[in-house]
């Protein structure tokens, strides 16, 4: 049973244009969501949280939006640097510290 | 200091060893964890200690034994494992209360049992 889906295994996109990385959940009593960046070799590293009750949250470069009627998020980085590339993990956390993190996006970023 | 430091980072095991992962963090976290990520997987929860305390346990096999024997470390013990437990091991660490809260990765160890 898969609650957090990554239906993108990867992406690629052009340095300096928009990514946008997706992920849609089954789960509605979810309550806040999570993006997690990860290179080889390196644990993941958190990038940027959603709560439930909110649409959009925004830091620097990063911006996660929420659809929750849809079950639905998305990251957007932009401009998208050479640096960005990793592979990206959605998480939902249900109750305190489980966290269900999807199947991740593998994103480049070409010169 | 910003670092969740697990030690070993490769481990190879025979089925009948016993062996241990361990994890330290001093960012004063009180929320501890493993995960488990296999190949092409996203990395999913074992176990959650909280206070020091095991809080969830996600119907692990008890050939995997966890212990926090204090606020800052956390330990991993492994006896009678299969081939198909040869995976990556993350231990995390976060604050404990709000949710949505980031949590801190180690690096892993990348566990083979043969």
């Known amino acids: 049973d898969q609650q957090v889906k990554q239906n993108s295994p990867s992406l690629s996109v052009q340095e300096g244009r928009i990514s946008i990385l997706n992920c849609d959940y089954t789960n509605s009593m979810f309550d806040y969501f999570l993006w997690y960046k990860k290179y080889p070799a390196e644990g993941p590293t958190f990038l940027i949280s959603?709560?439930?009750?909110?649409d959009k949250n925004e830091d620097g470069r990063f911006t996660v939006f929420l659809n929750k009627s849809a079950k639905h998020l998305s990251l957007h980085i932009v401009p998208s640097q050479p640096g960005d590339s990793a592979v990206y993990f959605c998480?939902?956390?249900?109750?305190?510290?489980?966290?269900?993190f999807g199947q991740g996006t593998r994103l480049t970023i070409n010169p | 200091d910003t670092e969740v430091t697990q030690t070993p980072k490769h481990l190879v095991m025979g089925m009948t060893n016993k062996k241990s992962l361990k994890c330290e963090q001093h960012m004063g976290h009180r929320a501890m964890y493993w995960y488990k990520q296999k190949a092409k997987k996203p990395p999913e929860l074992m176990f959650v200690y909280s206070y020091e305390k095991l809080s969830i346990n996600e119907s692990v096999p008890s050939r995997f034994s966890p212990e926090c024997p204090n606020s800052s470390l956390l330990n991993l013990h492994l006896h009678a494992l299969q081939p198909e437990d040869s995976a990556l091991y993350l231990c995390a660490s976060s604050p404990l209360g709000q949710g949505g809260t980031e949590a801190f990765f180690g690096q892993g160890t990348r566990l083979t049992v043969v």
């Open positions: 998480a939902a956390e249900k109750g305190a510290q489980k966290l269900v």
């Open positions: 959603i709560s439930s009750i909110k």
